[in-house]
């Protein structure tokens, strides 16, 4: 496959992906987001931290977070402890006559499990589906090409994969289509955002990620449905963000899209 046929793909996916943006703010989607939102993302201490207290934890909130998402903490379940930060305001007497500057402290917290609430039934975002056949064991092939160790150890809680620089982590047991998914998006990360291009924000770095991911899924026949939209708009990533950033997704889309098309046509020809 040429790499401006490539292109095009990548183009017609991209641009299906903007129109699932902009119009993917039903009142469900929105429900999940916005309940999903109330979730915090856990650092590497706090993870594990969690699992040192709870290792089957799978969703944590605190107590009033639950709350407004319409479930409650049973009575009697012990409390999960993280570690949260906190801006303390200096003292009036301390500030006059100089400038103000909060400062950073820490402090316990507790959190609980989905496990340890009752109440209204957490909503599920979409998710790829489909089968990627032969596309699976080629992305794997084109991650090893690079020299890009793949395994599934030390996936952090709550994860399907991570980028962690020359080296892919899964988590073991997912249905193909799914794996291939986590896999493009983790590989776009090592494609994007491992040198000194990479960009500072986070929601930016993951709109990238999975808009890739979105492309490649539709160039071999995934059925992607609303998955991709759902993920980009649960990190705040909006349609601005993926216009900003097309030129960076097209070139990567179009490296591995060539990749895993122009070597099943090379073997059909043969």
Same mark, same amino acid.
């Given at each position: 496959m040429k790499a401006d046929e490539a292109k095009k793909i990548a183009d017609q996916a991209l641009e299906t992906l903007a129109q699932n943006l902009q119009g993917g703010k039903s009142e469900q989607l929105t429900r999940y987001l916005a309940m999903l939102g109330r979730f915090h993302r856990y650092s590497f201490g706090n993870?594990?931290?969690?699992?040192?207290?709870?290792?089957?934890?799978?969703?944590? =909130?605190?107590?009033?977070?639950? &709350?407004?998402? $319409? %479930?409650?903490?049973? @009575?009697?379940?012990?409390?999960?402890?993280?570690i949260a930060p906190m801006m303390i305001k200096p003292r009036e007497e301390r500030a006059q006559g100089e400038e103000a500057k909060p400062t950073l402290r820490f402090r316990g917290v507790y959190v609980f499990d989905v496990a340890q609430t009752d109440g209204e039934p957490l909503p599920e975002?979409?998710?790829?589906?489909?089968?990627?056949?032969?596309?699976?064991p080629r992305l794997r092939e084109a991650i090893a090409r690079r020299g890009i160790v793949l395994d599934t150890i030390d996936v952090p809680l709550g994860a399907d994969g991570v980028s962690r620089g020359g080296r892919i982590s899964i988590r073991p047991g997912m249905p193909a289509a799914?794996?291939?998914?986590?896999?493009?998006?983790?590989? =776009?990360?090592?494609?994007?955002? &491992?040198?000194? $291009? %990479?960009?500072?924000? @986070?929601?930016?770095?993951?709109?990238?990620?999975e808009a890739v991911a979105f492309v490649v899924n539709s160039a071999i026949g995934l059925d992607t449905g609303s998955a991709s939209a759902d993920y980009i708009q649960l990190y705040d990533g909006k349609t601005e963000t993926l216009a900003a950033s097309l030129d960076r997704i097209q070139h990567a889309a179009t490296e591995i899209i060539t990749a895993l098309l122009g070597k099943a046509e090379h073997a059909e020809a043969a």
């Amino acid at each position: 496959m040429k790499a401006d046929e490539a292109k095009k793909i990548a183009d017609q996916a991209l641009e299906t992906l903007a129109q699932n943006l902009q119009g993917g703010k039903s009142e469900q989607l929105t429900r999940y987001l916005a309940m999903l939102g109330r979730f915090h993302r856990y650092s590497f201490g706090n993870v594990l931290l969690i699992l040192s207290q709870k290792p089957d934890a799978t969703h944590v =909130a605190g107590f009033n977070a639950w &709350r407004h998402m $319409g %479930r409650f903490v049973k @009575k009697g379940e012990k409390g999960i402890v993280i570690i949260a930060p906190m801006m303390i305001k200096p003292r009036e007497e301390r500030a006059q006559g100089e400038e103000a500057k909060p400062t950073l402290r820490f402090r316990g917290v507790y959190v609980f499990d989905v496990a340890q609430t009752d109440g209204e039934p957490l909503p599920e975002p979409a998710e790829v589906s489909g089968e990627p056949g032969d596309h699976l064991p080629r992305l794997r092939e084109a991650i090893a090409r690079r020299g890009i160790v793949l395994d599934t150890i030390d996936v952090p809680l709550g994860a399907d994969g991570v980028s962690r620089g020359g080296r892919i982590s899964i988590r073991p047991g997912m249905p193909a289509a799914q794996e291939f998914s986590v896999l493009v998006h983790e590989l =776009a990360h090592e494609l994007l955002h &491992r040198g000194e $291009g %990479r960009p500072a924000s @986070k929601t930016v770095r993951e709109t990238e990620a999975e808009a890739v991911a979105f492309v490649v899924n539709s160039a071999i026949g995934l059925d992607t449905g609303s998955a991709s939209a759902d993920y980009i708009q649960l990190y705040d990533g909006k349609t601005e963000t993926l216009a900003a950033s097309l030129d960076r997704i097209q070139h990567a889309a179009t490296e591995i899209i060539t990749a895993l098309l122009g070597k099943a046509e090379h073997a059909e020809a043969a």
